[in-house]
């Protein structure tokens, strides 16, 4: 289950249409009704029905960022589409799973969400990012005095735009440190084709690619990692060539095409050693190698 923490992070990070990069409000706008609701009491534990109610609540809040709209609100599309986020998951009006914005009559809230709206500090930290990440300043100073906070400074309205929980803050220094480790362990230069360039203004052509994927692993240790050029890091991410436990290349030979007359050929690395670290105990770990021959390698 998520912390208050991790809802916290989501807000900044909703899935929203941005039309000339501004973000649309209508998902903003409806969280922010659901605030009001909780703050007053009303907002269910489990199933939130598309009301008139809730249409007025959201029109109201609606009107503060009409100017910039050229079309009428539409509130059945947050209502649906914030199923995407992880706040509920839209039904019917029988209580059936909804496809469709048109069909969706009912949200089955995530109580972790509801948790976290029925608590005063929680909720007033969710509005400060939802109106600063998502609006104009003309329409914060609106929102701000409609929910009623006072308005923050300047610089409290950028930290709460792009707030970060302390376990994203602590994941970006943990990656940080991946990348210094082993970009540095394997001297800037690509594992695969030994090439190294390096510029002032740029730092390194190489990347601190993940063996074992992180999406999967969570896995930022320096043993998970490979210094790869932008190709051959996207030929190693989508398994075209992997690594025995010898650390000798393995490449799928007959799933790809190529032509490469003015350099070496991913086939031809085949059988070949890759440049490893000088430190053998940065060497990538055999259990991470295991990992993408199973997993992501599409050779035999």
């Known amino acids: 289950m998520a912390t208050p923490e991790q809802w916290l992070a989501k807000l900044p990070r909703l899935n929203v249409y941005k039309a000339k990069g501004v973000p649309a409000p209508h998902k903003p706008l409806l969280l922010l009704v659901l605030l009001e609701l909780a703050e007053q009491g009303q907002l269910p ?35 649906h589409h914030l199923e995407y986020d992880g706040f509920w998951s839209a039904r019917t009006e029988d209580g059936d799973a909804s496809t469709d914005s048109g069909q969706t009559q009912n949200a089955q809230l995530t109580s972790g969400f509801v948790a976290c709206a029925n608590d005063p500090a929680w909720r007033d930290k969710a509005r400060r990012i939802l109106i600063a990440k998502y609006f104009e300043p ?9 929910v009623g906070i006072p308005v923050p400074r300047d610089d409290e309205i950028v930290r709460d735009a ?19 480790t082993v970009v540095a362990a394997y001297n800037y230069t690509c594992a695969l084709t030994r090439y190294r360039l390096t510029t002032i203004g740029a730092g390194s052509i190489v ?4 063996i074992h994927q992180f999406a999967d692993s969570r ?47 991913l086939g031809d690395f085949h059988g070949q050693r ?20 199973k997993k992501k390698f599409q050779g035999a």
Request: net charge positive; glycine share 4%; with cysteine.
């Open 45 to 79: 534990n489990e199933m939130l029905p598309l009301t008139p109610e809730l249409s007025f609540r959201f029109f109201t809040y609606w009107n503060i960022v009409a100017h910039r709209q050229t079309q009428p609100p539409n509130v059945r599309l947050p209502f």
């Open 138 to 146: 003309a329409e914060r100073a609106a929102l701000y005095t409609l």
């Open 162 to 180: 792009n707030y970060k929980s302390p376990e994203q803050a602590r994941e970006q220094g943990r990656e940080g440190r991946f990348r210094l």
């Open 207 to 210: 990347d601190a690619a993940h």
């Open 219 to 265: 896995n930022n240790d320096s043993r998970n990692g490979l210094a790869l050029c932008k190709n051959a890091h996207w030929l190693f991410d989508h398994g075209l060539w992997t690594l025995s436990d010898n650390y000798t290349v393995l490449v799928a030979a007959g799933r790809f095409a190529e032509h490469s007359p003015n350099q070496k050929s």
């Open 274 to 293: 890759i440049h490893l670290p000088a430190d053998h105990s940065l060497w990538p770990n055999p259990v991470h190698l295991a990992w993408h021959r």
